[in-house]
C-alpha cells in the first residue's frame, strides 16, 4: 500500500487533466462571418425595428426557446442581469419580499435589492442542496411577491410542490437555472417550471460565449418587459405603447444596457448545437465515476430525485467525518495532493474543493443590513416602506450550515473530455486516501495540540 503523496509519497497522477474547451472551428467559422458582414450589434434603446437586436440575436433567441419548449427568449449579457430584469419584469419593488436560497451565487439574492426589495433567506433541502416547498412555506408572507429557485449543481429542485404553494399565495417564481441547462423535471425542461427561467453563458458554465444569458418565458407581457429592462425601457416604453396600444405600464421602467452583441450571439447558436450531447458526456462520466466509487467509506453520491435529470455542473459528494474518522479539510488535502490541476485553470489547482460558496448570510452586506445609503436610514433593510422582520442568523440555516461547514466536498473532473483512463486516476486517488486513513489519522492527530 503505497504512502499518500500529502505524507511524502508518489501521487496518483502528476500530468494535468484535459481542459473543458467547448470552443472550436465552428464556433470560429461563425464569429468570422459576424465579422465580414460588419454588423457587430444592431441594438437600439429607441422603438425601432433595432429594438430587438441584429439577425444574430433574434436568431439565437428563437433557436433557444425551440431548444427549451419555451414561448419566448430574451438574451442578455449575463444570468445576473438575467435576474435582475426578471425581478424587474414581475413588478417586485420597495417594501417587497423574495424568498431565494443562501447557498448560491451571490446574484440570486442580489437581484431583489437592485429593486429596493428585500432578500428573506429558507433553508435548504439536505439531499438536493436547492430549496423546497417545505423550507419556503414558513418564510411566505403577505409581502412576499416572488421565489427565487436555484438548480444549485446541475440538480433540480422539486418543482411541483413549490408551484402550488406559489400558486396558492399568489406568488411568481423564477428558476435560476445558471448551473443547470439542459436538465429536467418529469420530462419538462428547466427555466419552463415557473413563471420565468434564467441562464447563464459565462465561460465555466456547460456552455458559453465568454459572458452572456438568456431569460425564458410562456408569458408575453413578462417577456416583454424583460426585454425593456434589458434594452433601456424608461426611454422607450411610452412609443411602444403608443404603436401597439394599451395603457402605460412604468412600473420598474428603469432600463439598463444589458444587450448581448452579434458575436455573443453568433457563438450561442453554434453551443446550443453542442449542449446535449457535451451534457450526455458528462453525465456518463458521473456514471462511470460512481460505479466505481460504491462503498468507500464515508462519501456517498448525490441522490436524485425520480423523474429529474441531473447535469452535474459539479459532481456534489457527501462527505461523513465521523465514519472516516478525519476531518474534511484533512481528507480533501490528501485527495488533492495526489492528482493534477486541470488545462487551461492550472491557477485554481486541483478542482476539489469543500463546500461551495460562503453563505449568503454571512455576507456583510446582510450582516450589517447596509445596501443603499447608510445602515440606519438606507434601504431596502431601512427602507420605511418594509416592515418585516429579517432573520440573518447562520443558526436558522441549519441544512445550508451542515452542508457547507461539514459535508459537501465538490469537484469538476468529470467533464469531457474527461476519458476512462483520466477518471481512473480520480478513483484511485480516492481508494488510495480511504485505504490511508489511519496514517491520515495519526498526521491529523499530531498536528492537532
Not at 413578462?222 to 405600464?249: F, Q, W, Y
Request: net charge negative.
Amino acid at each position: 500500500m503505497s504512502e499518500l503523496a500529502l505524507l511524502g509519497g508518489k501521487p496518483v497522477r502528476t500530468e494535468a487533466f484535459p481542459a473543458y474547451k467547448v470552443i472550436g472551428k465552428d464556433d470560429e467559422d461563425a464569429v468570422a462571418k459576424v465579422m465580414q458582414s460588419g454588423i457587430l450589434s444592431r441594438f437600439l434603446g429607441a422603438w425601432h425595428p433595432d429594438f430587438h437586436g441584429g439577425p444574430e440575436v433574434q436568431a439565437f433567441e428563437a433557436e433557444w426557446a425551440g431548444a427549451f419548449d419555451a414561448a419566448h427568449a430574451v438574451s442578455i449579457n449575463s444570468n445576473t442581469s438575467g435576474l435582475f430584469c426578471s425581478i424587474g419584469a414581475v413588478g417586485v419593488g420597495p417594501g417587497d419580499e423574495v424568498i431565494v436560497s443562501p447557498y448560491t451565487m451571490s446574484a440570486s439574492a442580489i437581484a431583489p435589492i437592485i429593486f429596493n426589495a428585500v432578500p428573506v433567506f429558507a433553508d435548504i433541502d439536505p439531499v438536493s442542496y436547492c430549496l423546497s416547498a417545505e423550507t419556503i412555506a414558513p418564510k411566505i408572507t403577505p409581502r412576499t411577491k416572488a421565489i427565487i429557485v436555484v438548480h444549485i449543481f446541475g440538480n433540480v429542485a422539486d418543482m411541483d410542490p413549490i408551484m402550488e404553494l406559489a400558486a396558492k399565495h399568489n406568488i411568481t417564481v423564477i428558476e435560476d437555472c445558471a448551473q443547470a441547462p439542459f436538465a429536467s423535471y418529469k420530462g419538462r425542461p428547466v427555466g419552463t417550471l415557473g413563471h420565468l427561467g434564467v441562464f447563464s453563458l459565462n465561460y465555466h458554465k456547460h456552455i458559453h460565449t465568454g459572458e452572456g444569458g438568456v431569460v425564458v418565458t410562456n408569458h408575453a407581457n413578462l417577456a416583454e418587459r424583460v426585454a425593456l429592462i434589458r434594452n433601456h425601457g424608461e426611454a422607450v416604453i411610452e412609443a411602444k405603447t403608443k404603436a401597439e396600444g394599451g395603457s402605460l405600464d412604468l412600473v420598474n421602467m428603469l432600463g439598463f444596457n444589458m444587450r448581448l452583441g452579434e458575436i455573443e450571439a453568433a457563438i450561442g447558436r453554434r453551443q446550443l448545437i453542442k449542449g446535449p450531447d457535451l451534457i450526455e458526456q458528462r453525465r456518463a462520466n458521473v456514471a462511470y465515476l460512481e460505479s466505481k466509487l460504491s462503498g468507500v467509506p464515508g462519501l456517498s453520491m448525490p441522490q436524485v430525485q425520480d423523474g429529474v435529470k441531473h447535469v452535474y455542473y459539479v459532481h456534489a459528494l457527501s462527505y461523513e467525518a465521523q465514519i472516516t474518522g478525519v476531518r474534511r479539510e484533512t481528507w480533501v488535502a490528501a485527495l488533492k495532493a495526489e492528482l493534477p490541476p486541470t488545462q487551461l485553470r492550472e491557477g485554481e489547482g486541483v478542482l476539489i474543493g469543500q463546500g461551495y460558496v460562503r453563505p449568503l448570510y454571512r455576507q456583510p452586506l446582510y450582516q450589517t443590513r447596509q445596501a443603499y445609503g447608510d445602515g440606519k436610514t438606507g434601504c431596502p433593510f431601512a427602507c420605511p416602506h418594509y416592515t418585516g422582520t429579517l432573520d440573518y442568523d447562520p443558526a436558522s440555516y441549519p441544512n445550508v450550515e451542515n452542508a457547507h461547514f461539514t459535508r459537501v466536498v465538490t469537484h469538476e473532473l468529470m467533464r469531457p473530455p474527461m476519458t476512462h483512463k483520466d477518471l481512473d486516476a480520480v478513483v484511485d486517488a480516492i481508494h488510495k486516501v480511504s485505504e490511508q486513513l489511519p496514517a491520515l489519522k495519526a498526521w491529523e492527530g499530531a498536528l492537532t495540540p
